[in-house]
T-cell receptor, first 109, second 117 residues
Framework: ELKVEQNPLFLSMQEGKNYTIYCNYS?????LYWYRQDPGKSLESLFV?????AVKQEGRLMASLDTKARLSTLHITAAVHDLSATYFC?????????FGRGTSLIVHP | DTAVSQTPKYLVTQMGNDKSIKCEQN?????MYWYKQDSKKFLKIMFS???????INETVPNRFSPKSPDKAHLNLHINSLELGDSAVYFC????????????????FGPGTRLTVL
């Protein structure tokens, strides 16, 4: 059974600081996704990582994938309040997408 | 135009009732999903349909029955509602084009908040 673990589950940080969210998964997969969910809202796709060493960046967020370590990271650079949300990683195993428990990020002024 | 839509947005009902949630996507995708998100934000897949055929049926009570009249619609019917069914239910769709470069990114609907009293 595919397990996906995210850490930390809660993250409170100040504006302007950098931080990394980690996503570990237990079995081989060929797709890793990062989603953002604002409070009371739906999930929005941020990144799809397809291969070992893949790196994608959008604004202050950068995601990377190491398939050998079964690890993806979501790096936040110079955080701003608008990044406050819950971030999920998800891994596709066989046909079943499995989500991590999410990281609730709060960015303080 | 909303890509993935769900109705209703909110559903408040009594234990023991039967209710349905509807989902429609206008993205032309061939795969649709139902997820349940609990109060701790844990997101778990319930069902997936590909071209109107069930391909994923995770361990959910058989009180939950999905129906796909066509590949743009996937409805969820719930019988004999229980307190533990209270959650947010998300519909999603994706397009699997095949091959190593296919992303299968899922597009989520706005969610239906179900409260069972």
């Amino acid at each position: 059974e595919l397990k996906v673990e995210q850490n930390p589950l809660f993250l409170s940080m100040q504006e302007g600081k950098n931080y990394t969210i980690y996503c570990n998964y237990s079995t081989t997969s060929d797709r890793l996704y990062w989603y953002r969910q604002d409070p009371g809202k739906s999930l929005e796709s941020l990144f799809v990582l397809l291969s070992n060493g893949a790196v994608k960046q959008e604004g202050r967020l950068m995601a990377s994938l190491d398939t050998k370590a079964r690890l993806s990271t979501l790096h936040i650079t110079a955080a701003v309040h608008d990044l406050s949300a819950t971030y999920f990683c998800a891994v596709r195993g066989s046909y079943i997408p499995t989500f991590g428990r999410g990281t609730s990020l709060i960015v303080h002024p | 135009d909303t890509a993935v839509s769900q109705t209703p947005k909110y559903l408040v009902t009594q234990m023991g009732n039967d209710k349905s949630i509807k989902c429609e996507q206008n993205l032309g995708h061939d795969t649709m999903y139902w997820y349940k998100q609990d109060s701790k934000k844990f997101l778990k897949i319930m069902f997936s349909y590909n071209n109107k055929e069930l391909i994923i049926n995770e361990t959910v009570p058989n009180r939950f029955s999905p129906k796909s009249p066509d590949k743009a619609h996937l409805n969820l019917h719930i019988n004999s509602l229980e307190l533990g069914d209270s959650a947010v239910y998300f519909c999603a769709s994706s397009q699997a084009t095949g091959g190593a470069s296919s992303t299968d990114t899922q597009y989520f609907g706005p969610g239906t908040r179900l409260t069972v009293l």
